[in-house]
């Protein structure tokens, strides 16, 4: 036994057990516009704090002090640190912009209110485990939703219609001039009316299995004003109707209980020279190369999310959101497409072409 081994693992776990808790505490900020109440003021104490959102002091004391000793707030000192209220917090630019800019790709606030919400779902996924049963998205805890929306969102609004449809061969000039796109598995909307937003000679749907997150997409699309130019409709990547000229996947792939499947009525939905984009996570072809922070958040988010809804449908290949561009190409390509290409990459995301 080697002891500084084993107090390092210890010290590990202490951290992941105050992470673990923390994440709430963030959601409780972000709820409660702490963050935001907080970014470009400079230090401030509790009692300030209170002036600016109107919580209850005694509890914005101790979330000043748990979010500072967790490393994301400042503490700034006060008059005698005993803690009585007059200790100051700041909250650095740095880390402002991930928790409450979400125009920014840096923006990581969605991601806890999504992790918070996978966990909620912690005694259904044991028995799973023992059962080998799948878990559908739509039985996760209702905030599951808007959690993923935000998470993906940011990156979706930076890079979607500036890198990632310009890089397509030919993709960017038809939708300019009018086109069909599918945005299947759209959830909420957020890409779907991105691409709504940017072509509006364009005729956009959003595809999607889940009742609730197309009611959601439907009202920002007439909140937004553009309710003339895009639809939202239940269905899956198997059954969609209709022929487009692009039909993109973002993020959805790999949650799918039958991915060649879907390609394959991809294919068949295509007019001639369309395109399949598909977005997914930026992973290695090797576990070994996962083997680092963002693996380990995706391969927990999969294990909870993306591998039980695969296994809640049909076929039910589970393909993992870690599964690499090798085993993506694979499917695509097993599926009839001619030309697959990596035509863009974010630090999370790949982005592929294929053709027929």
């Given at each position: ?52 959102t109107g919580c209850a002091e005694r509890y914005l004391r101790e979330w000043l002090s748990a979010q500072a000793a967790a490393g994301y707030l400042v503490y700034e000192g006060g008059d005698n640190g005993d803690g009585g209220g007059r200790d100051r917090f700041s909250l650095p630019d ?43 998205w739509g039985e996760h805890d209702h905030e599951l939703f808007e959690g993923c929306e935000r998470f993906f969102g940011p990156s979706y609004t930076a890079f979607l219609t500036s890198t990632w449809i310009p890089a397509l061969d030919g993709v960017e000039a038809k939708l300019q001039s ?179």
């Amino acid at each position: 036994m080697n002891e500084a081994k084993l107090m390092e693992f210890v010290g590990k776990s202490v951290t992941d057990i105050g992470a673990l808790v923390n994440g709430s505490l963030i959601v409780i900020g972000d709820k409660l516009g702490l963050y935001k109440a907080m970014a470009g003021q400079g230090p401030m104490t509790s009692a300030e704090l209170v002036s600016k959102t109107g919580c209850a002091e005694r509890y914005l004391r101790e979330w000043l002090s748990a979010q500072a000793a967790a490393g994301y707030l400042v503490y700034e000192g006060g008059d005698n640190g005993d803690g009585g209220g007059r200790d100051r917090f700041s909250l650095p630019d740095e880390h402002a912009i991930p928790l409450t800019d979400e125009t920014s790709p840096a923006c990581v606030i969605g991601g806890f209110q999504l992790a918070l919400a996978t966990v909620q779902s912690t005694e259904e996924l044991t028995q799973a485990f023992r059962t080998g049963a799948g878990f559908g998205w739509g039985e996760h805890d209702h905030e599951l939703f808007e959690g993923c929306e935000r998470f993906f969102g940011p990156s979706y609004t930076a890079f979607l219609t500036s890198t990632w449809i310009p890089a397509l061969d030919g993709v960017e000039a038809k939708l300019q001039s009018g086109a069909r796109i599918a945005d299947v598995g759209c959830g909420q909307g957020a890409s779907t009316l991105l691409l709504a937003a940017a072509y509006p000679n364009s005729a956009v749907i959003g595809f999607d299995p889940h009742p609730g997150s197309l009611d959601a997409a439907r009202k920002r699309a007439a909140d937004q004003g553009l309710a003339d130019r895009v639809s939202f409709e239940l269905g899956t990547a198997q059954d969609f109707q209709g022929s487009y000229d692009l039909v993109c996947f973002f993020d959805a792939l790999h949650d799918m209980g039958d991915p060649a499947g879907a390609c394959r009525h991809v294919l068949s939905a295509l007019a001639p020279g369309g395109t399949l984009m598909v977005v997914e996570p930026n992973a290695g072809d090797r576990l070994g190369d996962n083997l680092n922070p963002v693996g380990a958040a995706y391969y927990a988010f999969s294990t909870m999310l993306c591998t039980p809804n695969s296994l809640s449908q049909d076929v039910g290949t589970a393909l993992g959101a870690q599964a690499g561009e090798a085993r993506l190409r694979e499917v695509i390509e097993g599926a009839g497409f001619g030309s697959v290409r990596r035509v863009a990459e974010t630090p999370f995301n790949i982005v592929l072409e294929a053709r027929a």
